[in-house]
Each structure stands twice: as C-alpha cells, then as structure tokens.
C-alpha cells in the first residue's frame, strides 16, 4: 500500500449505506406528510368581526388644532401615540381634530351619527367603544344618552362621572346609556372633589364602572397612552356583554 494511502474500509462502506437508507426514510416521510397535508380539511371560518374605537380628545387639542400640542403644566399631548396604543391592540380606531368653533352638542351629533353608521352596517354594539378624554369625556357621555343603546361601550376620562350623570338627568333629562367606564385621577385639580360612583342612578340602562388613579400627574394622566388607563379601557372594550 501506497504510503499516506488510506485503507480500504468495510465499516465506511457500512456507513454510506446507512447514511443512504436514513436520507431515503426521511424523503419518504416528507413526501407521505405532504400527502397527508393536502388531504386534511383546512378551516374556512371567517375573521373575528374588529373592534371599533372613537377616540375623542381632550379641549387643548381643539383650541391648538394640533395633534401634539403642549400644556405649559402638563407638557405635550400625545394624540397619536394614544391612537396608535389602541390599533396595537387590534382596534380599527378613528379619531379626528374636531373644529376649533365645535360644540359639545355639535360633536356629540358627529359620533352618534358614526355610531349609528357601524350598528347600520351589522356592526354589533358590543363591538363599539367611545373613549373620550377631558372635554372628549362629556361629548361621549351626551353621545351615549342620545343613543340609548345598552350594549355600546364608552370610556371616559379625567371627568366626573357622578356629577355629570346626575348635571344630565336634571330636570327631567336623559342620562348616558350602555357600558360606562370612568378613570379619573385622584391629584385632578379639575375633577376633584368628585363624589363616588354609585349605581344609583335610577338609570336601567347604564352599566357603570369607576376606577380612580393615583399617578400623582394630575389632569395630565390622560396626555399620552399610559397603561394605567389604556389597558383599563382594553379590557373594558373587549370584555363580553
């Protein structure tokens, strides 16, 4: 033999076969596995329907007409980043800069007129949220009387709840409808003293909630999409009626 030649051997000879045997097996059984793949049904059910969400803003962006505008106390007002916290979590949210001229009324006749247009086109109530802020909160909550739907959802923020229920029904007026939540912060110069939420109401149709936070950021709490109150409101969106 040869010197540095390399021995014939039985065992490599083994080997290679073996090695031949093993990659045929694992051909055959990628070819039975797409086999079997094309035979197995495949699910044809259709997308769960989107959550909706009408975000409403608070007073500054309306004054500023602006999206981002600044507070010289609670710096600036992050709009789109709020919007963009809620389509992250699967909303298909809408939310626009009202006119610096619009009223309460004017723009609580806006999102009804949204709403109704969602339920109109077999979008079921549960599945519509209104998160209103600041003055958004009291637009929300005038939206939510003329409605009257129970099964709508609504969050609002930095307001009052009891307050403005009890301000609404006097009088003989009507109160909000559907699935109220209201967060609101406890160091809010413009919402305390705030009376506690009781269901008292003497409102059948209204289903109320209210959590009070403790940031210590006073009015500015609703500026920017903390998880304090973003998840809240998620989980008050989503859960079932």
Known sequence: MPEGAEPFSHERVGAGKADSRRSWVRSASLALSVLLAGSLPVATGDPAPPRHLIYLHGRIVQDQQSARPRHPRFGYYEMEAILAA????????SGEIRPKSASVGDSAGHVVAQVRRLLDSGVPADHVTVVGASMGAGIALVAAARLGEPGLRFAILGACLSQNVRTMTA????????????????SDEMTEPCPSWKNDSGQPSLEAREIVLHTGLGHGFLYGPLREWVDPVVEWALAKP
Do not use: C, D, M
């Open 86 to 93: 809620f389509r992250n979590r699967g909303f298909a949210v």
């Open 171 to 186: 009088r003989g007026g009507t109160g909000p409808s559907g699935h109220v939540l209201s967060i609101r912060e406890a």
